[in-house]
């Protein structure tokens, strides 16, 4: 694939809009909806945005599809995907994890028994 092909895949993914994606692409205004159109055609593009894009049951996506998306991102080798991109990805994974709380430490939830001087044996 070139790497006009990669831009409009990866911009794809996110707008969904075929001449959006062709436009960021390098494509002109003028044939960037015939553009995107024809691109949606290639095989190859076709194929490298079915690994890509997943099969979405839910019209909301869930924490887990979020926390894979993100640990996809922090973890791609993809060079249309910045260091910025990656670090953003890590600090929100960070944020779920809560590993910049003050109270970071391992707190488990404490039992506390009362009135066992009640209890009858």
């Known amino acids: 694939?070139?790497?006009?092909?990669?831009?409009?895949?990866?911009?794809?993914?996110?707008?969904?809009?075929?001449k959006e994606a062709a436009m960021?692409?390098?494509?002109?205004?003028?044939?960037?909806a015939a553009a995107g159109g024809r691109l949606l055609r290639n095989?190859?593009?076709?194929?490298y945005?079915?690994?890509?894009?997943?099969?979405?049951?839910?019209?909301?996506?869930?924490?887990?599809e979020i926390l894979e998306y993100l640990t996809?991102?922090?973890r791609s080798d993809d060079e249309l995907i910045?260091?910025?991109?990656?670090?953003?990805a890590a600090e929100l994974l960070g944020k779920n994890l809560s590993l910049f709380s003050d109270n970071n430490h391992d707190s488990k939830p404490c039992?506390?028994?009362?009135?066992e001087n009640?209890?009858?044996d």
């Open 111 to 115: 039992v506390v028994f009362c009135g």
């Open 49 to 64: 945005l079915s690994k890509l894009k997943p099969n979405h049951s839910e019209p909301v996506a869930g924490n887990e």
């Open 1 to 18: 694939m070139t790497e006009r092909q990669l831009k409009f895949c990866k911009c794809y993914l996110a707008s969904q809009d075929k």
């Open 82 to 88: 910045s260091i910025r991109d990656k670090m953003r």
């Open 24 to 32: 960021a692409a390098g494509y002109t205004q003028k044939n960037a």
């Open 72 to 74: 996809r991102v922090l």
């Open 118 to 120: 009640d209890i009858q």
């Open 43 to 47: 095989p190859q593009v076709q194929n």
